[in-house]
């Protein structure tokens, strides 16, 4: 029985550790895979430990949770401290548990942290386990953390040969990090292949060193091939992710709908790409002015939405939001940076431009044209100076004759109304218009038509105006017969006050009459025939002849006249028109001073006249006077000689001997003075025969109302000619009054009448004053 108690004891000791074994087996069963950290003795919080694979064990896992409350684990499988961790002697331990909520899969992982102390010890017992065990030259894959805080020089792996076995080997490395830049990085123990690194390594400038391990003998002999050792440096979330703008400005329409984008921001980070470290979130932290809250930014993409529609430039024409990119994706341990974003709300035409009044009361004078008459302003809240600003005015009723137009003035946003048209006020005293107002741009929202177009009443009253008589119709027809004798009289010209409807007091003037053929009662404005009326003349088209008639009211008219006797011809003189009260404005008239005995012979003439009454004559009216003087002397010559010959010869003159030279005429005209417009002379001739030629006369002015004589064909009318010195010339007419003539000789007492008075020491003419 004692011997057996021995036994028992043994069997149940043994039982126990079979239990032990089975149950860690069991629970080493359910886990997927085990890792193990190696890390430094003491961990600060917040610090990255290292990263697990976590897709190797579970692709679906939307929760990760960790069983020590010290260590978070992120979607990537980083690790990290949440408080400040000081590892003891012992190995420390946790479970990655990794589920999915839809199919209540779950998996586990085994980390393990062992600190410096535990690695250099498990490296002793690899050594001994190297010496009875037979291992390959192979690649083994190493890491590092990078700005690792050591301590330094770093343990990261050993490398060893099999060959080792048999000779000695002496361990050796090259490459970067090594022999190259950055130099003496790391370096192998030439005895025991043991890898250090000397200090930290950045990340962003090295993302990892493949170096070369070399094993040789003391000899020099070359067991194995070179082997490449490649060396990770696992990042460390120690660069903070930057705006690529420090300021961004986007600009939004107002009252646009929600959702609409205002704009994008965007922001970069150094650390390693798809991982936690450079898995950003963009946020909204602040907006000015804070309420209320009209945008939203996307957390992974930075793009900016409108919440709200009712973004108003009217009240607020910007906001400024500061925002925030934070890497770990927001976590709350994540690095961060801000920027600053303004957003400009743009303007829409989204107010109407209404009158500042509702009605409006001017007034015009009658048969004024292009005048202003009325200003309009109009009040509009959008933007001043755009599209949506700017008013165009209309006149919606009132305007059917086209007589106002209203247009915008550009620089004040006015509604100019002017006059287009002449108002008379004999027809209407006042007119009503109705005048719109809308903007350049169309309006953005949906208005009723009631509401889209602000109106308003201008009431315009028509003043009277003194005006001149009118002539109804503007062109009159006479019909009077051709040839009618001289002193005919015609119901003529009428012309009547537009105010009265009355022709009393009104005056008539004859203003063009292109051969002076009749003549114009100045009260009765009833035409007289002045000279014989020829319906074969030049100036007659179709049996028409025209004639203008001025008619003016005596209230309106004024006589002009001359002083002191001027020289003729062409004037210039101001004429001062004032009213009672004290407006007046100049008026130059054109005045041309000559002799001839109608307006239109004076059209042409142009010779100046001295004054005091004396003659300025051309180069022919000299030459005419010295040949006429010449035949004086010729005439007196043959008396002499014919008195000295009486003496010897009695003879008796015949009685028609003078006739033979002179024409008897017991009647005398002063005879219408010829005028053409050659070399800027007046211009009379006279021949050897003592006949004179003279040229046609131009045409007259049109002005004023115009008066048509019709020429009906009538009596016995017949083309005589007058023949003189064996030269034949047809005349227009040879009836009396002022005859046209192409050329035409005179007889010598027509030419002894032109030349006689002009030989007396002083001429007297006549003077016709003509207005143009």
Known sequence: MEAARPSGSWNGALCRLLLLTLAILIFASDACKNVTLHVPSKLDAEKLVGRVNLKECFTAANLIHSSDPDFQILEDGSVYTTNTILLSSEKR????????TENQEKKKIFVFLEHQTKVLKKRHTKEKVLRRAKRRWAPIPCSMLENSLGPFPLFLQQVQSDTAQNYTIYYSIR???VDQEPRNLFYVERDTGNLYCTRPVDREQYESFEIIAFATTPDGYTPELPLPLIIKIEDENDNYPIFTEETYTFTIFENCRVGTTVGQVCATDKDEPDTMHTRLKYSIIGQVPPSPTLFSMHPTTGVITTTSSQLDRELIDKYQLKIKVQDMDGQYFGLQT????????????DHLPTFTRTSYVTSVEENTVDVEILRVTVEDKDLVNTANWRANYTILKGNENGNFKIVTDAKTNEGVLCVVKPLNYEEKQQMILQIGV???????????????????TVTVNVEDQDEGPECNPPIQTVRMKENAEVGTTSNGYKAYDPETRSSSGIRYKKLTDPTGWVTIDENTGSIKVFRSLDREAETIKNGIYNITVLASDQDTAARLSYQNDPPFGSYVVPITVRDRLGMSS????????????????CTHRVDPRIGGGGVQLGKWAILAILLGIALLFCILFTLVCGASGTSKQPKVIPDDLAQQNLIVSNTEAPGDDKVYSANGFTTQTVGASAQGVCGTVGSGIKNGGQETIEMVKGGHQTSESCRGAGHHHTLDSCRGGHTEVDNCRYTYSEWH?????????????????IKN
């Open 438 to 456: 809308v903007n350049e741009a169309p309006f953005s929202r949906e208005a009723s038509p009631r509401s889209a177009m602000s109106t308003a």
């Open 586 to 601: 100049v008026t130059s008239l054109d005045v041309t001073l000559c002799d001839c005995i109608t307006e239109n012979d």
């Open 93 to 100: 331990s946790f479970t990655i548990l990794l589920s999915n």
């Open 338 to 349: 801000t920027s600053t974003c303004i957003i400009n709300i743009d303007d829409v035409n």
């Open 175 to 177: 490459g970067p990090g």
């Open 753 to 769: 009448s032109f030349t006689q008075p002009r030989l007396g020491e002083e001429s007297i003419r006549g003077h016709t004053l």
